[in-house]
């Protein structure tokens, strides 16, 4: 094939892409004016009142006889995100057709950069935040000796790309163990971060709340860090999308990844990665960092992308290149997309407001039957509150470090009491040896009697196993 022909056909798709790009975009547009209207039966009002609490609790699948306090690993998606995903998916078993057409998941990104404070050009929605960050760490352009700024409270799904990057390219991962327990504050996790920071330094990353122990770290504070040092930013977000009213604009930071499964209750399967893709000097007026989309159907087959754009207009849709992976997924988009939706509907601060009333009421209970040091958990610094709480419920030492009692406390929760909980481990400072913490994490399909029951059941199952 010569220079010409190719660079024939590559117009092609590109005028056809263009076309119906452009056409696809006015209808997405008008579908985000539309967001919320589609579900006339989800409530609105405070989650709080109990009777608008049954309704959202009616929106969803699950066992009456489970008290499911684990949406730190997976939520349940509510019925009607269910029923679009199989018509969907019926629908394209019936009538087959194009499955790669350019404007795939147009609407979807277009709902979710409005829901979540970004453009649709920032977005690509992916497979869950295990596939976010690892195309995110595999598309920055680092090398030998080129250092990341971790915590050794990452998810693995974060670690073990960090570990490939080490083991393959040479680049150094530099982990920190923050302080835990109820007096931990925001800033002496910057302090933390800072006192790392050496001349080889070229990215900082952390998790916007550690799956281990339910902390919120300040992301705002550290995006602001990384600016004052010209680092890149990569947050693990994972448990940000349906927990928190977000802006990712304002977070500040240049990519982060989010589970579409834990508290968005989307479809398993799906998530979204951010990616910085244009300066907005208030938020952050670095450069932005050089990034491949690693896995991309539409990347050129010849030639490259423009020079990335050093002002508020976007140069090129970086999303579009992230979400072009090959015979898309037509029915996990729209279904996230309603996910969020039914969420915005509810309202994201009013779901963020009650599910941190309900874990201040979990930390609170803890705290009065095993005391305040039990909690791994922040208490004091509300800025670092979120919706899961993790302690340790074993008086006696040894068998605080036994992870068989955790393995056994966790499945006779659920098998003696009905209660869907789980155990975390990680390491603390100062020490060589890893803790175990019962970690719970409600959503807004949980109410306080659920909370209560799982505590006075935890009390009963702790007394039972000393
Ligand atoms: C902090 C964190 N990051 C990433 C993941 C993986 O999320 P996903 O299932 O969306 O890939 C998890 C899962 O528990 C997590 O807790």
Redesign the pocket.
């Known amino acids: 094939m010569t220079q010409e022909t190719s660079a024939t056909n590559e117009s092609i798709a590109a005028v056809l892409a263009r076309q119906r790009t452009e056409a696809e975009a006015s209808r997405a547009a008008a579908a985000v004016g539309a967001a919320g209207s589609r579900f006339p039966e989800v409530p609105r009002g405070p989650l709080e009142d109990e009777q608008t609490w049954r309704q959202v609790r009616d929106l969803f699948t699950i066992d009456p006889t489970l008290t499911h306090l684990n949406v730190?690993?997976?939520g349940s998606a509510p019925k009607r995100v269910l029923d679009l995903l199989k018509v969907a998916d019926y629908d394209f078993a019936r009538r087959p057709r194009d499955p790669y057409p350019p404007t795939t998941m147009n609407e979807p990104r277009a709902v979710l950069a409005a829901a979540y404070g970004c453009d649709p050009d920032e977005i690509a929605i992916v497979?869950?935040?295990?596939?976010?960050?690892s195309r995110i760490l595999n598309g920055l352009d680092l090398g030998e000796g080129d250092e990341v700024i971790t915590t050794t409270h990452?998810?693995y799904?974060?670690q073990a790309p960090l570990n490939l990057l080490h083991n393959r390219r040479g680049v150094v991962v530099r982990k920190l163990t923050p302080k835990l327990g109820p007096d931990q504050s925001a800033e002496e996790i910057v302090e933390m971060f800072e006192a790392a920071i050496t001349p080889r330094t070229r990215v900082i990353q952390w998790?916007a709340?550690?799956?281990t122990v339910g902390t919120t770290m300040p992301t705002r504070a550290l995006a602001e860090l990384a600016q004052r040092h010209g680092l890149i930013s990569v947050v693990?977000g994972?448990?940000l999308p349906g927990q928190f009213a977000l802006n990712l604009h304002e977070l500040g930071v240049d990519f982060l990844?989010g589970?579409?499964?834990?508290y968005q209750c989307g479809p398993m399967g799906t998530?979204i990665l951010y990616a910085r893709n244009k300066v907005l000097p208030e938020h952050n007026p670095l450069p932005l960092p050089t990034f491949w989309p690693v896995i991309s159907l539409w990347y050129p087959i010849e030639g490259e992308l423009p020079p990335r754009t050093t002002t508020r207009e976007p140069t090129y849709d970086i999303g579009t290149f992230v979400q072009k992976t090959g015979s898309a997924d037509l029915s996990r988009g729209p279904a996230l997309q309603a996910a969020c939706e039914i969420f915005q509907t509810i309202g994201q601060e009013n779901i963020q407001r009650y599910v941190h009333g309900l874990s201040r009421h979990l930390k609170h209970r803890v705290a009065e039957h095993w005391g305040e040091s039990a909690l791994f958990s922040p208490l004091h610094d509300e800025r670092l509150h979120c919706g899961m709480v993790a302690f340790q419920p074993f008086r006696n030492p040894e068998h605080a470090l036994d992870m068989n009692r955790f393995v056994e406390f966790e499945q006779r929760m659920e098998d003696e009491y009905g209660v869907n909980l789980r155990f975390t481990f990680f390491p603390v400072q100062g020490s060589d040896t890893e803790r175990f913490a019962i970690r719970l994490a409600p959503h807004l399909y949980n109410n306080r009697e659920e909370i209560d029951h799982a505590v006075d059941s935890m009390i009963k199952l702790t007394e039972a196993m000393s």
């Open positions: 730190g690993t997976i497979q869950g935040a295990t596939d976010g960050n990452e998810c799904t974060m998790a709340v550690t799956f693990d994972a448990h990844s589970s579409g499964s834990k998530g």
